[in-house]
């Protein structure tokens, strides 16, 4: 490894030699020592255990630990700010569902601690997954038709619940799809909810894959419809929205890979290249799969293109489900 005054010398001599960077001496041997993941999930939660797949597979790659560090709270801002703020230099990584802490958290917010598109370099996207259309596995709703004329009858007697915006944007824009007058019920706990949805006090609810995954199975919880336009393949039995008619709705969740802004182009370039195999590596595909995902490897003009289309979709999807800023 070279020693300070060694680079100092041989970052000035390559402003002498074409094609030779101080960018790419800095990159030459990162990383040269651990990296830092941040998570905005609590230890032991689901998305705390994807955010650790990741990092662990990166570590296989680079040669070096990478540590996770839980940073929880402020619906995942103090994590973003962290990162928004650390040293640009490829040691603080953000493994994230993006689409939420970064392409809607412009909606959500009033003010913000950080700008989501200035103040990083956006990596590569990971993986996406859409919410589910549920009902109770024992209720005779076979499909979104069946339940849709059911609510329409039942006006706003109706109700559903919601513990998250992406499920509450989902169930408005499923209303919005049908004119339907169905009442939302807020809860902290999903699984409070699930047992209202058993119970029949509420008629539906939308949910990511990974939390009903052991009721769907069982069959306590019947999945109808997911929010996305396509089918996804890791669920390939469920129709998408669009095959139902709610044809507004093509909500996804999407994770990527952020770093601060000014990271050296040359360090990112070599993030993106290792997160792209690890997106489509064998284990981490039948891992996700089991969790509703899939693998979505791409680079980082795609994710930019990604939060600048998102952050407008979540413009009007924050007006559909009338979600007020925090």
């Given at each position: 490894?070279?020693?300070r005054?060694?680079?100092?010398?041989?970052?000035?001599?390559?402003?002498?030699?074409?094609?030779?960077?101080?960018?790419?001496?800095?990159?030459?041997?990162?990383?040269?020592?651990?990296?830092?993941?941040?998570?905005?999930?609590?230890?032991?939660?689901?998305?705390?255990?994807?955010?650790?797949?990741?990092?662990?597979?990166?570590?296989?790659?680079?040669?070096?630990?990478?540590?996770?560090e839980?940073?929880?709270?402020?619906?995942?801002?103090?994590?973003?700010?962290?990162?928004?703020?650390?040293?640009?230099?490829?040691?603080?990584?953000y493994?994230?569902?993006?689409?939420?802490?970064?392409?809607?958290?412009?909606?959500?917010?009033?003010?913000?601690?950080?700008?989501?598109?200035?103040?990083f370099?956006?990596?590569?996207?990971?993986?996406?997954?859409?919410?589910?259309?549920?009902v109770?596995?024992?209720?005779?709703?076979?499909?979104?038709?069946?339940?849709?004329?059911?609510?329409?009858?039942?006006?706003?007697?109706?109700?559903?619940?919601?513990?998250?915006?992406?499920?509450?944007?989902?169930s408005?824009?499923?209303?919005?799809?049908f004119?339907?007058?169905?009442?939302?019920?807020?809860?902290?706990?999903?699984?409070?909810?699930?047992?209202?949805l058993?119970?029949?006090?509420?008629?539906?609810?939308?949910?990511?894959?990974?939390?009903?995954?052991?009721?769907?199975?069982?069959?306590?919880?019947?999945a109808?419809?997911?929010?996305?336009?396509?089918?996804?393949?890791?669920?390939?039995?469920?129709?998408?929205?669009?095959?139902v008619?709610?044809?507004?709705?093509?909500?996804?969740?999407?994770?990527?890979?952020?770093v601060?802004?000014?990271?050296?182009?040359?360090?990112?370039?070599?993030?993106?290249?290792?997160?792209?195999?690890?997106?489509?590596?064998?284990?981490?595909?039948?891992?996700?799969?089991?969790?509703?995902?899939?693998?979505f490897?791409?680079?980082?003009?795609?994710?930019?293109?990604?939060?600048?289309?998102?952050?407008?979709?979540?413009?009007?999807?924050?007006?559909?489900?009338?979600?007020?800023?925090?």
């Amino acid at each position: 490894m070279l020693s300070r005054r060694e680079f100092m010398r041989a970052a000035a001599a390559a402003t002498a030699l074409p094609g030779l960077s101080v960018d790419s001496l800095a990159a030459e041997d990162y990383p040269a020592r651990e990296i830092h993941s941040i998570c905005m999930f609590p230890p032991g939660s689901g998305a705390d255990v994807l955010v650790r797949l990741y990092a662990r597979k990166l570590g296989e790659l680079a040669g070096k630990t990478v540590i996770v560090e839980n940073k929880v709270g402020a619906f995942g801002n103090i994590a973003t700010e962290h990162v928004a703020r650390s040293k640009p230099d490829g040691y603080t990584i953000y493994i994230a569902p993006g689409s939420s802490v970064l392409a809607a958290a412009t909606h959500l917010f009033k003010k913000l601690p950080f700008d989501p598109i200035k103040d990083f370099e956006h990596v590569t996207t990971l993986s996406k997954l859409p919410f589910l259309l549920l009902v109770a596995g024992d209720s005779p709703f076979k499909s979104v038709a069946e339940l849709t004329a059911y609510l329409k009858e039942k006006g706003d007697k109706g109700s559903y619940g919601s513990i998250a915006n992406t499920g509450l944007v989902g169930s408005e824009l499923y209303k919005a799809a049908f004119g339907l007058k169905t009442v939302e019920v807020k809860y902290k706990d999903p699984q409070a909810m699930l047992s209202d949805l058993w119970g029949r006090n509420i008629d539906f609810v939308h949910l990511d894959p990974a939390s009903p995954a052991g009721h769907l199975k069982s069959g306590k919880v019947r999945a109808l419809a997911t929010t996305s336009a396509q089918r996804f393949a890791a669920l390939p039995n469920i129709p998408s929205a669009a095959e139902v008619g709610i044809t507004n709705s093509d909500l996804i969740a999407w994770w990527s890979v952020h770093v601060p802004a000014k990271t050296p182009k040359s360090v990112t370039d070599k993030l993106e290249a290792w997160f792209n195999r690890i997106a489509v590596a064998d284990d981490v595909k039948q891992f996700i799969a089991t969790i509703g995902t899939d693998p979505f490897p791409g680079n980082s003009q795609i994710l930019k293109e990604l939060l600048v289309k998102d952050t407008k979709a979540w413009g009007e999807y924050v007006k559909v489900a009338k979600i007020e800023p925090l």
